[in-house]
């Protein structure tokens, strides 16, 4: 028992910051949102930036529902 804990301190740790998103933000802003979220990870946890992993999915607003309507509904309801 002793030896499995022991391998688990020494396991590096690779958190994954996951972000989905609407698509629209330029590549500008997801290099801004990237950096930032992995500076304010490591100054929380003391982790070392070259471990914390950041993805940023896009789905898009055709295919993202909220109460059973699309966002792409919910934005033309509100247009018209």
């Known amino acids: 028992m002793r030896a499995a ?4 301190e020494k396991r590096p740790s690779m958190p994954i910051i996951r ?28 982790s070392k930036p070259e471990s ?4 940023i999915e ?3 607003v055709d295919s993202w529902a909220i109460a059973g309507v ?3 509904d919910r934005s033309a ?3 018209g």
């Open 19 to 46: 972000i989905t998103q609407t698509p629209g933000k330029t590549a500008e802003q997801k290099r801004e949102l990237v950096r930032e979220m992995t500076e304010t990870f490591v100054r929380i946890t003391g």
């Open 5 to 8: 804990a022991h391998l688990k």
């Open 58 to 60: 896009e789905v898009p």
């Open 52 to 55: 914390v992993w950041v993805t």
């Open 70 to 72: 699309t966002l792409a």
């Open 77 to 79: 309801a509100t247009k």
